[in-house]
């Protein structure tokens, strides 16, 4: 399956001009040396000087002393716990709304990994990277320590007489008292939440940062159904998303991907799905799409409507109004239109836009294509995201007006996220009593007069139904870590009840769940099962007829008068905002955490700060590049971020993501990058996440982004391959290209009963980095902080390489994770004059660290450049001021990993602690290892089952047919390195 597609990884590297030297920027230390300019020539002294340096640095640390360190045992050991021995826990992520069901591991007695739940039918063995970083939010310095009374520590008994006292005085004078939370997925806590309700003044208003609001008012007019719907990815042939990043960051990301790559393998014996995108920025989801047309963000509704025209007019349905298409991409509306059309009943319509309009043209297209009922669930709604724009907009203006008396905030940070953060922080200065749930003193907890810090999940009961019909349970897997108590257990205290929110939850269970199951005979059954399985799912209800009740015709009709409003408003110096959550960062709660700051974006690869994404043709006009701050203004509103030139990016639009510009969150995120809230804005009491009008201009000023991949390019060197389904189906003489075997002047190692490989499918992988934080956490990977990244310094063992191919103005994208791959015939090996790398008998090639003295030879011999140098000491090291250098944070290490020290070399080990580990249990068991018994850090992440590992030595083993598979091939294998890890080409069904 050859391929003569040209791949780049930027826009600089794709305009450099053919004239350059031979051999710039191939610079073997160009990954760890800041770009200042052309480095010095080297002089015999300076030869002389760094040897001499090496030798005497070298010598020293064999004779220093190591620092003394005491292993104290129990003086009475729990009958559960075993020194050196993982327990496993069920619980429920709490890192978004998603409500995903996780297996958490504790080394004595603490949380230090999460895994998915294999045992649940809706998201599977994957995760995302929020929800791998979660644990290390567990560990955070900045979480209160305890509850805290006008800005000052308190105890819970003071704080819970002033709140009682308060809350019956409101009571008693019939005053108003509002609730403002998250939105809460667990049916247990929503039963507490209702109980609060239904007391006389009290209202409670549910508040999403990232609003999906449009969606669930469009759903009810549409369909009679107050909710989201629930998508099936999995049952569509053709996909087409208006401004929705499914696969990132919309709704359901991991279970969406498990979804979507079970169609996008072109041998898995199912069709292969087809994927459309309309997008403004290029986001995760855009990236992989099969076709992707950029629009503006203003054009969203335009898009909805020509599909519903098009599909209105192959259905013989009247009453659909035009509107000018000229600025659209009318032969992808045409193609999608077609597709959607010969897939009725099978074909999906997803849309993120904010506006109810929009979103009606999408359910009527998906009602006239037959999806209601099928690909589009109405029965079971998602209640992933309930909140209510118009009810927080009423709210806060009842807050101005001095008609609340008492406000409990619970899991959400309006004074940071909400549009008009300044009008809500006013407001809130007029209620007599605020109270926040919050586990830091944020924006909006540094404004309340009472802070009662919740618990964090990993240390909580609780429930979670994000999906109707299909729940999970929590579990603390820690006892508390500071004077914290659950948010449940404040608000069942302050209503009088038991704080005792366990024997809430199990009286839940026993009362609304327990007598729809006939399984077990006796609740305490039930329990200990649904408690050890983690999850509990209802039999499905009869599918229902629901039929489209909503007039198309005045949306449409709305869509065509704003669109025309925005038009009138065009100017050539003017710019569209598009806001956007990142899959790290998402909508900013977890801006304390290293791991994610660190994460480099999947398209942009930028980490520690966000950025203006703008087109290549308007850098071109401006004479702008990445790295130029630039300001961005509406009206009063201001901010000024550095610009980052995106490829593929629509045309005078400015992609700008949400979740940075914290003020009060911790030392790690605090000031970074510029919050772009205040340019969202609410129009007929609905959020909008883009503005028209915009006006860029530049400052003057330069601030180089912390992006990796800068210094990794293809060279003209085939690193990833990328084909279409009709060249694979019709080409099967050329789907796979044996590469003849290499000479070599190496005997053949001698084997082992196990030889460990990997196997890569490019057509799954769709970049979400969740096997990058699961690394770091798995492996005890350092977080360097944004200034290394700069130089190009970043430690993740695991890298996801983005290339692009074809025009500037709309690429098409691929991805491709790298990591060590195991050569058997390791060029890093011979070099290493101390024999710290070298090749086991099953395959591995091994670092031994304590042997390394940094000769850094291996990194320079490696072409895949997958090897970290620690330039500096991590751990316990105040310049590094992150997990490592707190003794809170180091709690989250791998006790089975060592933590390496300045000047060692370390990479990719294929998780050889989990390999010891698998054959140990194994020979217990007095067995040989299954297949699918080991499985690396970055295989149990992936929610698209991307990554494979096994024994090669097994000719059954999955990872050896994928090797065999026929669109297999090695990277740089014609180097003769012989690479224990495969790739299968992608394929693009276009």
């Not at 297996?103 to 809706?122: A, F, H, Q, W």
């Not at 409670?204 to 990815?233: K, N, Q, W």
């Not at 004077?483 to 449940?488: E, F, I, K």
Request: aromatic share 8%; net charge neutral; proline share 6%.
């Amino acid at each position: 399956m050859h391929t003569e597609l040209r791949f780049w990884k930027s826009v600089e590297e794709l305009r450099a001009d053919s004239q350059a030297p031979a051999g710039s920027g191939r610079d073997c230390f160009a990954g760890q040396r800041a770009q200042t300019g052309p480095p010095p020539t080297a002089t015999r002294r300076d030869f002389l000087t760094l040897a001499g340096f090496s030798v005497a640095a070298a010598a020293i640390s064999v004779c220093s002393r190591g620092r003394v360190q005491k292993a104290i045992p129990f003086a009475n050991q729990p009958e559960e716990l075993t020194p050196g021995v993982a327990n496993w826990y069920a619980t429920t992520c709490g890192g978004c709304t998603s409500g995903c069901s996780l297996l958490v591991k504790t080394r004595d007695g603490r949380p230090i990994k999460v895994e998915g739940n294999s045992e649940s039918s809706l998201f599977g063995t994957g995760t995302c990277a929020v929800g791998q970083a979660t644990v290390l939010s567990l560990y955070d310095d900045a979480r209160l320590k305890g509850p805290v009374w006008h800005g000052q520590p308190t105890s819970w008994a003071e704080i819970d007489a002033r709140i009682e006292e308060r809350l019956a005085a409101a009571m008693a004078g019939h005053k108003r008292v509002a609730l403002l939370t998250r939105t809460v997925s667990g049916p247990a806590t929503r039963k507490l939440i209702r109980e609060w309700s239904s007391r006389p003044g009290v209202e409670h208003v549910t508040y999403d940062p990232m609003s999906c609001s449009a969606l669930r008012e469009a759903t009810r007019a549409s369909f009679g159904v107050d909710a989201i719907p629930h998508y099936r990815f999995a049952v569509a042939n053709v996909i087409v998303g208006i401004e929705a990043d499914f696969l990132g960051t919309w709704l359901s990301p991991v279970e969406f991907t498990h979804d979507y790559t079970s169609r996008r393998r072109p041998e898995s014996g199912t069709l292969m799905s087809r994927h459309i995108q309309f997008e403004s920025g290029v986001s995760l989801t855009g990236s992989n799409a099969d076709i992707r047309a950029a629009i503006a963000p203003s054009q969203q509704g335009l898009v909805a409507l020509g599909l519903l025209r098009r599909i209105a007019r192959k259905h013989g349905a009247t009453g659909v109004p035009d509107s000018s298409e000229a600025s659209l991409d009318r032969r992808a509306l045409d193609a999608a239109a077609e597709d959607l059309w010969r897939n009725r009943g099978q074909s999906l319509v997803v849309s993120g836009a904010h506006d109810v309009p929009t979103q009606m043209l999408v359910h009527a297209t998906n009602a006239l294509l037959g999806n209601i009922g099928r690909t589009i669930d109405v029965d079971h709604p998602s209640l992933q995201k309930q909140g209510d724009d118009g009810a927080v907009m009423r709210l806060v203006e009842d807050m101005s007006r001095g008609n609340l008396d008492v406000l409990i905030v619970y899991g959400v940070n309006p004074a940071y996220d909400y549009p008009q953060a300044d009008r809500f922080i006013a407001a809130m200065e007029r209620v007599p009593l605020t109270v926040s749930f919050a586990d830091r003193l944020d924006e909006t907890a540094a404004r309340a007069h009472a802070v009662c810090p919740d618990h964090h999940f990993l240390e909580a009961w609780g429930d979670a139904e994000p999906v109707t019909s299909f729940y999970s349970l929590a579990q603390p897997t820690i006892a508390p870590l500071f004077d914290t108590r659950a948010a449940q257990e404040s608000l069942l205290k302050w209503l009088g009840h038991s704080p005792d929110f366990y024997a809430y939850l199990r009286g839940f269970w026993h009362e609304t769940l327990y007598p729809k199951q006939d399984r077990y005979a006796t609740f305490d059954d039930f329990w200990d099962h649904s408690l050890h399985d983690g999850v509990f799912v209802l039999p499905p209800r009869t599918v229902s007829e629901h039929q489209f009740v909503g007039d198309w015709s005045e949306a449409a009709t709305s869509v065509v008068r704003e669109h025309a409003e925005v038009a009138a408003e065009e100017s050539p110096d003017h710019y569209e905002v598009h806001l956007y959550e990142t899959v790290g960062l998402r909508d900013g709660a977890h801006a304390n955490n290293p791991w994610l700051q660190e994460l480099p974006d999947p398209v942009t690869k930028v980490t520690w700060g966000n950025y203006a994404a703008i087109a290549p043709t308007v850098a071109s006009r401006l004479g702008i590049d990445s790295g130029d701050v630039v300001a961005i203004e509406k009206g009063p509103i201001r901010v000024e971020v550095p610009v980052h030139v995106q490829p593929g990016q629509s045309a005078n639009t400015i992609s700008l993501a949400v979740g940075y510009g914290r003020t009060r969150v911790g030392r790690v995120g605090q000031g970074v990058g510029e919050n772009v809230y205040p340019l969202a804005h609410v129009i007929a009491g609905t959020r909008r996440y883009f503005r028209t009008g915009v006006k860029m201009t530049r400052t003057g000023r330069l601030e180089p982004l912390a992006a990796t991949q800068t210094h990794h390019s293809m060279e003209g060197r085939t690193i990833v391959k990328q084909t279409t389904l009709a060249a694979f189906v019709e080409s099967p003489a050329s789907r796979h290209e044996k590469q003849p075997e290499l000479p070599t002047l190496w005997a053949e190692r001698p084997s082992g009963e196990h030889r460990w490989g990997m196997a890569v499918d490019l057509s799954a992988c769709t970049g979400c980095s969740a096997c990058v934080t699961a690394c770091q956490a798995e492996n005890n990977v350092p977080v360097v902080g944004r200034d290394e990244v700069r130089r190009g310094r970043e430690m993740h063992w695991i890298r996801i390489d983005r290339y692009y191919t074809g025009s500037e103005d709309n690429p098409d994208t691929v991805v491709q994770p790298m990591m060590c791959q195991h050569c058997n015939n390791a060029p890093c090996e011979p070099v290493c004059p101390v024999l710290a790398t070298v090749h086991s008998s099953d395959g591995l090639n091994q670092q031994v660290y304590n042997r390394c003295v940094g000769t850094r030879y291996c990194e320079n011999n490696c072409p895949y450049k997958v090897r970290r140098f620690n330039w500096f000491e991590y751990a316990r090291n105040d310049r590094f001021d992150f997990n490592m250098n707190s003794p809170l944070g180091t709690m989250v290490l791998n006790p089975d990993v060592t933590v390496r020290s300045r000047g060692v070399m370390e990479k990719c080990s294929l998780c050889v602690q989990r390999i010891q580990a698998g054959k140990l249990e194994a020979e217990r068991d007095g067995r040989p290892v299954a297949d699918g018994d080991i499985k690396t850090a970055c295989q149990q992440a992936c929610p698209a089952d991307a990554i494979v590992f096994g024994d090669l030595a097994d000719p059954n083993s999955r990872v050896t047919r994928l090797s065999r598979s026929q669109r297999r091939y090695g990277v740089l294998e014609e180097l003769g390195t012989r690479p224990g890890v495969t790739y299968l080409t992608k394929v693009k069904n276009v």
